[in-house]
């Protein structure tokens, strides 16, 4: 497999490239709120930022290899875990 197909889970092969809108990264964060880290997964950097699913590409952090996505589709949103809590687009 090359090009972004190569970094889209084969449960999501079905999708359509343009669909996919959204490279959500999880990561490691200190809460301003309670002042502990916390890790988000990229599943749930999507639900806080409250987009579908189905429109997103996931990377467990920063290294993971699902980053080069982004050479064959520049427009994807890249979404992380925010210190300050504001998930708003």
């Known amino acids: 497999m ?3 197909e190569a970094y889209i889970p084969d449960w999501k ?3 359509s ?3 996919i809108k959204y490279l959500c990264i999880g990561g490691t964060i200190i809460s301003n709120t309670d002042g502990d880290e916390h890790y988000i997964s990229p599943q749930r950097v999507a ?6 699913l189905a ?3 996931f990377a467990r952090d920063v290294t993971d290899e699902k980053l080069f996505a982004l ?7 890249c979404l992380r875990p925010r210190t ?3 998930y708003n687009l």
Request: proline residues 4%; glycine residues 10%.
């Open 17 to 19: 490239f343009m669909q």
């Open 55 to 57: 429109e997103c590409i």
């Open 71 to 77: 050479r064959y589709k520049p427009d994807l949103i």
């Open 13 to 15: 092969l079905g999708v």
């Open 84 to 86: 300050d809590g504001n």
């Open 2 to 4: 090359y090009g972004l």
């Open 47 to 52: 639900e806080l930022y409250k987009v579908n």
